[in-house]
């Protein structure tokens, strides 16, 4: 049987943001936090290392508040896999107040419903999508978007993230030094 590739090292190599994560508690082995001027160098890289889209989503949270003025509050997220061997990549964007970032369905065919529905439901304009008219909802109420949150709603990006790992690997090996 051949040995299972780790591909944390392809992706740092290339200068992303990238994580590794317990699969069996968040359903992905790598996590990728991109700036928009990386969304489709990262596509790219995923699609030339045999990765296929899985989906791409969006979310809204309250944006980061002081050092990041450009961020509007929506998150793009993507989920890449592999067909032969069990290995998944959690990508995620801060959309900016312009809500574009670039479109991937050139390079994935897969992402043009995706990137057309997050459209829709969440108002983020995918820069070179070439049918990015509405999917789902009516072109009558292009400003309508259901899926946006009243402001005094959002919780931040770090509410609603998992808990970093390490905190609770330390709190484990507190817990056994003290015997509780």
Do not use: C
């Amino acid at each position: 049987m051949a040995k299972k590739k780790d591909y944390k090292n392809d992706f740092l190599h290339q200068r992303f943001d990238a994580t590794e994560t317990d699969y069996d508690q968040r359903g992905y082995h790598l996590e990728v936090v991109l700036d928009v001027n990386q969304v489709r160098k990262f596509a790219q890289t995923a699609y030339d290392l045999g990765f296929y889209i899985v989906f791409v989503a969006g979310l809204h949270v309250r944006p980061n508040e002081g050092h990041d003025k450009g961020n509007s509050g929506l998150v793009v997220v993507y989920q890449f896999a592999r067909y032969d061997q069990l290995y998944r990549i959690k990508a995620r964007v801060s959309v900016p107040n312009t809500l574009e970032i670039p479109s991937i369905s050139d390079i994935y065919q897969g992402a043009d419903w995706h990137e057309r529905e997050t459209r829709d439901l969440y108002g983020v304009v995918f820069d070179g999508h070439p049918n990015m008219k509405p999917l789902l909802l009516s072109e009558e109420d292009p400003d309508f978007h259901p899926l946006l949150k009243e402001e005094k709603k959002l919780k931040s990006l770090d509410e609603i993230s998992w808990p970093s790992e390490a905190p609770e690997v330390a709190k484990g090996e507190a817990e056994a030094e003290t015997g509780r």
